[in-house]
Nanobody
Framework: QLQASGGGLVQAGGSLRLSCAAS????????MGWFRQAPGKEREFVSV????????YFADSVKGRFTISRDNAKNTVYLQMNSLKPEDTAVYYC????????????????WGQGTLVTVSS
């Protein structure tokens, strides 16, 4: 089970750090991704990190503002979000992938429940 946390209300330009903790599963066996879904929109890819943390990818919309990291000893993945914009407002989901196309939802077998991020202008 994946548990995402850390969402909240923040002003534009502010920062938040999301966490995704796993129970009953060892995250080090998986690539870990973050997706987000804004109201009325499809769930979209945000970022992914490989099992060791040595490789990361980001959507163009967040590149340079977001960073992703993981602590396998704590079985936790993080998404640091800086310089937040109103268009970053969404429910953020963490997910675990054992393989496949990292950009697509279908590659992720396990999903957290989501945490809401609201960025005010």
């Amino acid at each position: 089970q994946l548990q995402a946390s850390g969402g909240g209300l923040v002003q534009a330009g502010g920062s938040l750090r999301l966490s995704c903790a796993a129970s009953g599963r060892t995250l080090s066996n998986y690539r870990m991704g973050w997706f987000r879904q804004a109201p009325g929109k499809e769930r979209e890819f945000v970022s992914v990190i490989n099992w060791s943390g040595s490789t990361t990818y980001f959507a163009d919309s967040v590149k340079g503002r977001f960073t992703i990291s993981r602590d396998n000893a704590k079985n936790t993945v993080y998404l640091q979000m800086n310089s937040l914009k109103p268009e970053d407002t969404a429910v953020y989901y963490c997910a675990a992938s054992g393989g496949g196309n990292i950009w697509t939802r279908s590659a992720y077998e396990y999903w957290g429940q989501g945490t809401l991020v609201t960025v005010s202008s």
